[in-house]
């Protein structure tokens, strides 16, 4: 007897939803508009009813459904309290116990970027593996570590919250979360912006980079894949403070595969290979052999690694 499951990945402006077989089939995918309004009071029926909506269409009884996974962003404990979710609106709320009382299934929750952790882990970059860091660069920096195919979430569900290490203790402007120097605020899509910014300031060096008028991340690999001194130089300051975080994380959880993914990763193999260098350069020996991957599932992730909590 075939039986199903749902992935959901709450996100600011739409929920993505995925209709899974248990052997990890994708059957179906769809969005859904997120309600932030009164508080995102509306966000977990409207899944309810989505889910309702999907198993009267398939003709699947509830009995055959093995739960839903649903991956949110804010911290969530074991015991399905989210910490509340700024994007959200959202304060303390226990949403296993509350999407569970909407839709009579089992419901499991996990931060959104440990979830995409753990899909790509289950069916991406990671495959295969069972101790895995997931990096996400995007217009902030996240983490999923993964040991033993088991999320690292932490006493309060901070864990792996990798954007807010403190790298540089000289950093005079405050990182969105109150802190000073922290990762995301050099790594991120608008960090390595920032950087950049400081660096054109800074310097009469010729280079591309000056022709842009809102310069982006992707112009900054652009611009390095053809040569230019200045971009290339960028990158590899990228590379080294994100090679050098992510080797110090390596000694505590020795990962066989780092995955990158997020908007940023689409600058390739050029980002991988400045990663890994400087990786390599600081790492502990027994670290060394580590394998960098760039994610695979792309938005997808968050709908399979919440899947994955149901089953795994």
Same mark, same amino acid.
């Given at each position: 007897m075939k039986k199903y499951g749902f992935g959901v990945d709450v996100g600011g402006t739409?929920?993505?939803?995925?209709?899974?077989?248990?052997?990890?089939?994708?059957?179906?995918? #769809?969005?859904?508009?997120t309600d932030t309004s009164d508080n995102g009071k509306a966000v977990l029926p409207d899944i309810a009813q989505a889910i309702d909506n999907k198993l009267a269409q398939e003709g699947i009884s509830k009995s055959d459904v093995e739960g839903v996974g649903i991956g949110v962003p804010g911290p969530v404990r074991s015991d399905g309290v989210v910490n509340g979710c700024v994007n959200l609106g959202w304060g303390v709320?226990? *949403?296993?116990? %509350?999407?569970?009382?909407?839709?009579?299934?089992?419901?499991?929750?996990?931060?959104?970027?440990?979830?995409?952790?753990?899909? %790509?882990? #289950?069916?991406?970059?990671?495959?295969?593996?069972?101790?895995?860091?997931? $990096?996400?660069?995007?217009?902030?920096?996240?983490?999923?570590?993964? $040991?033993?195919? !088991?999320?690292?979430?932490?006493?309060?569900? +901070?864990?792996?919250?990798?954007? !807010?290490?403190?790298?540089? !203790?000289?950093?005079?402007? &405050?990182c969105n979360c109150g802190q000073y120097g922290c990762l995301e605020q050099y790594t991120s899509a608008t960090g390595i912006v920032r950087m950049a910014k400081r660096k054109l300031a800074k310097t009469q060096d010729a280079t591309k980079l000056r022709d842009y008028k809102?310069?982006?991340?992707?112009?900054?690999?652009?611009? +390095?894949?053809?040569?230019?001194?200045?971009?290339?130089?960028?990158?590899?300051? *990228?590379?080294?403070?994100?090679?050098?975080?992510?080797?110090?994380?390596?000694?505590?959880?020795? &990962?066989?595969?780092?995955?990158?993914?997020?908007? *940023?990763?689409?600058?390739?193999?050029?980002?991988?290979?400045?990663?890994?260098? !400087?990786?390599?350069?600081?790492?502990?020996? +027994?670290?060394?052999?580590?394998?960098?991957?760039? +994610?695979q599932l792309g938005n997808d992730a968050g709908i399979y690694g919440a899947m994955q909590l149901i089953i795994g």
């Open positions: 739409t929920v993505k939803m995925g209709f899974f077989e248990t052997s990890g089939e994708l059957l179906d995918k #769809w969005e859904i508009k709320i226990n *949403v296993a116990e %509350e999407l569970g009382a909407q839709t009579g299934l089992k419901v499991k929750v996990g931060n959104d970027a440990n979830v995409a952790g753990l899909g %790509e882990m #289950w069916q991406g970059g990671g495959k295969g593996s069972k101790d895995v860091i997931m $990096v996400t660069l995007g217009t902030g920096v996240g983490g999923g570590i993964i $040991v033993d195919g !088991h999320v690292v979430a932490g006493y309060n569900g +901070a864990g792996g919250e990798i954007g !807010h290490i403190t790298v540089n !203790h000289d950093e005079i402007e &405050p809102d310069i982006t991340a992707k112009d900054i690999f652009d611009v +390095a894949k053809e040569g230019d001194e200045v971009a290339l130089g960028l990158v590899d300051e *990228v590379g080294e403070i994100l090679g050098s975080t992510l080797s110090n994380i390596a000694c505590v959880t020795n &990962p066989e595969v780092i995955v990158i993914g997020g908007g *940023v990763s689409k600058a390739g193999q050029i980002l991988i290979d400045t990663i890994q260098k !400087h990786f390599k350069e600081s790492c502990f020996h +027994a670290c060394r052999d580590t394998r960098f991957e760039l +994610a």
